[in-house]
């Protein structure tokens, strides 16, 4: 028998003992184990890797925006304001008497001081129950759902559904195991709908005709890429996602595509355009910038619906209505703002648009989390004051309300009726028609007549 001797000094000599053998056998049986435990591992990660790598990327030959000394891309333009820069909206008080309070918070602390974030706010009043047949049988062209935070559901001619960062479970890894006991992410919008109650089936009501779903994401912070819910997804969905993404998807997606700044995808009349932001990307603290970031352009029938993801302001809102003209309909964020180089003010969200041309204004990012030092309900408020003193030509704002969990979500609902004011363009002139519209659901808020390209039907209503 040969084996690698184990010696025992007994009285200065080395002598090897029976037990020697046994236990060196155990060994070697242990190591055995091990050795094809990692060997296993190791195939798996490599064949992982190769099928990563073999998802396309949609590469911008004429951006390298990868700074090769720092190891990270960095903005295509300079952030316009700092990390903490105040406007003078900041020095006015948008809170109401009895939300007026303070309050310590342990993370995320204010360093001009902290107020109680949340004090007075019911979600309640900003929330609707969905109406579950306008989503699985829309009637509209396009037709827009505010879910929560960040997440849209995006329906185009009955045929395309776009789900724009979708955060519908908890919030992925120790991050969401911890984040529900810090102060400083307390939710007060739980998910309202589950992947099963959303319209994703390939079926279709028309016959020979097939729906896409697509999946669009900004960038990698939790509360925008969250596999929880992804996962649920079905099999033949159609990710997008910024360039350096797709290598951290696992191989089950099997349909992933990267994408750099200012390129294009099309499936059939539908197409996607991936546009630069300024912010960053991240999960971690050791993974800073290693993949890109942005907003997504969607284009159908002649309209553009713009998500810009999180983003602070640039000039690089000039220099997409350079490249692509106006923009429809425009989807921005408003809220923590005291990193106003990566978050726009509600103002910074006016300007951008006003930059880029948008007819219309969607606000989205506040009334879900803490997350910021300013109250819930500073964001929509300090919107509707600033636009209303901006006043930007050419564009309505229109706020949007997120969906209300409701125990009966999976069961069809009937709509309400809500009287508003529509304004129809005919020819050169506007004409104003008053009646109960339909208004419900999430809050789907504008569509396109089928019958006409141009006829437009603008909720329009201010927030209180």
């Known amino acids: 028998m040969s084996a690698v001797r184990i010696y025992f000094p007994i009285n200065g000599r080395k002598t090897m003992s029976a037990c020697g053998y046994?236990?060196?056998?155990?060994?070697?049986?242990?190591?055995?184990?091990?050795?094809?435990?990692?060997?296993?591992?190791?195939?798996?990660?490599?064949i992982s890797a190769c099928v990563a790598s073999s998802w396309p990327v949609i590469i911008n030959p004429e951006l390298d925006q990868w700074d090769g000394k720092r190891r990270r891309y960095v903005n295509l333009f300079p952030p316009t304001y700092g990390y903490l820069e105040e406007s003078a909206y900041d020095k006015i008080e948008f809170r109401k008497s009895h939300e007026i309070g303070e309050r310590e918070y342990a993370l995320l602390t204010d360093p001009r001081g902290d107020i109680d974030r949340s004090k007075g706010y019911d979600a309640a009043e900003y929330t609707v129950t969905p109406d579950m047949d306008l989503l699985h049988y829309p009637v509209h062209d396009i037709q827009i759902t505010w879910i929560r935070h960040a997440t849209f559901l995006i329906q185009l001619g009955e045929k395309y559904q776009i789900l724009v960062d979708p955060v519908l479970a908890e919030i992925d890894g120790m991050a969401g195991s911890t984040m529900k006991y810090a102060d400083t992410m307390e939710l007060f919008a739980d998910p309202p709908?589950?992947?099963?109650?959303?319209?994703?089936?390939?079926?279709?009501?028309?016959?020979?005709?097939?729906?896409?779903?697509?999946?669009?994401?900004?960038?990698?912070?939790?509360?925008?890429?969250?596999?929880?819910?992804?996962?649920?997804?079905?099999?033949?969905?159609?990710?997008?996602?910024?360039?350096?993404?797709?290598?951290?998807?696992?191989?089950?997606?099997?349909?992933?595509?990267?994408?750099?700044?200012?390129?294009?995808?099309t499936l059939g009349e539908f197409t996607i355009h991936f546009l630069p932001a300024n912010h960053r990307s991240g999960r971690s603290m050791y993974e800073s910038n290693q993949t890109l970031w942005g907003g997504w352009l969607f284009e159908w029938n002649n309209q553009r619906v713009y998500f810009s993801g999180d983003t602070g302001y640039s000039d690089v809102f000039k220099d997409m209505r350079k490249r692509y003209g106006e923009f429809d309909i425009c989807l921005m964020p408003i809220s923590a703002y005291f990193q106003r180089s990566w978050h726009f003010t509600p103002e910074d969200a006016i300007q951008a648009s006003a930059d880029l041309g948008c007819k219309t204004l969607i606000p989205w990012g506040w009334g879900t989390w803490i997350m910021s030092f300013e109250h819930i309900l500073e964001p929509p408020r300090r919107l509707q004051y600033a636009f209303d003193r901006m006043q930007p030509e050419h564009m309505e704002l229109r706020m949007l309300k997120m969906a209300r969990p409701s125990p009966r979500m999976r069961h069809r609902m009937k709509c309400n009726l809500h009287p508003s004011r529509i304004f129809v363009p005919s020819f050169s002139k506007w004409i104003l028609i008053e009646g109960p519209l339909l208004f419900t659901n999430i809050s789907c808020y504008i569509f396109l007549d089928k019958n006409s390209l141009v006829a437009k039907l603008l909720f329009y209503d201010r927030f209180q």
């Not at 046994?22 to 490599?46: D, Q």
């Not at 697509?214 to 890429?225: E, K, M, N, T, Y």
């Open 22 to 46: 046994m236990r060196k056998a155990k060994i070697r049986h242990t190591t055995s184990k091990w050795f094809h435990f990692l060997l296993c591992v190791g195939l798996v990660m490599i």
């Open 193 to 265: 709908l589950t992947v099963r109650d959303l319209p994703l089936s390939a079926e279709s009501e028309n016959p020979g005709e097939i729906k896409i779903t697509v999946v669009a994401i900004s960038h990698d912070h939790f509360d925008h890429l969250n596999y929880n819910t992804l996962k649920q997804l079905p099999a033949e969905t159609h990710y997008y996602v910024p360039r350096g993404m797709q290598t951290e998807f696992p191989s089950r997606y099997s349909d992933v595509t990267g994408m750099d700044w200012y390129t294009r995808d």
